[in-house]
């Protein structure tokens, strides 16, 4: 059984999608132990407790040092015997330090085929403008695993994504969630729960 925690920042589809894979039978081997916002009110909170899933908020604001803050993540992770830590829309750089601790533990969901559209700032709905801006005719999202940098980690699982005459931030956004960030997240975690891919 791997034990992962899902950390978040917004609406919580990404998670969503793992609860649905875990409950529809298709990743029976992991169970979410903990879901963690760095937002008070986040809706991917009530998602988790819809489903029996402890939840907590862990804000950065709370804390006076950047390390302190990081410090309790890792503690409140380790504490619930979470061993891989997947990014759902989670929209907190990670501290070096923390990285360096979870190494090779770290998963995180992008929605861009990287390396076009990502690192510093591109996050959400920006990279879909972005993208659209410069007028690509396929889109997507990535799985990968996280190191020191912004979205520099090693690719895991790519899904490309038509984008369409007319589309907007929004639409192209609900497109890629439904056609590749959805499928390709749980199926990730299948790999590393599988042992197909290795963690570290
Ligand atoms: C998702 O599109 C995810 O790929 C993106 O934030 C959204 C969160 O939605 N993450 C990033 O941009 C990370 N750089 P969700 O809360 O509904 O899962």
Known sequence: MLKIAVLVSGGGTNLQAIIDSIEGGKLDNVRIVKVISNKEGAYALERAAK??????CISPKSFGERADYFK??????KNSGTELIVLAGFLVVLSSDFVREWRGRIINIHPSLIPSFCGDGYYGLRVHEKALERGVKVTGATVHFVDEGTDTGPIILQK??????GDTPEILQKRVMEQAEWIIL??????????????S
Not at 51 to 56: A, D, K, L
Not at 72 to 77: C, D, G, I, K, N
Not at 160 to 165: K, P, Q, R, S, T
Not at 186 to 199: C, E, H, L, N, V
């Open 186 to 199: 749980p199926r990730a975690i299948r790999m590393i729960a599988d042992g197909s891919i290795k963690t």
């Open 160 to 165: 490309a994504v038509n984008v369409e005459d």
């Open 72 to 77: 309790a993540l890792s503690e409140e992770l």
């Open 51 to 56: 489903h029996g899933i402890e939840g907590i």
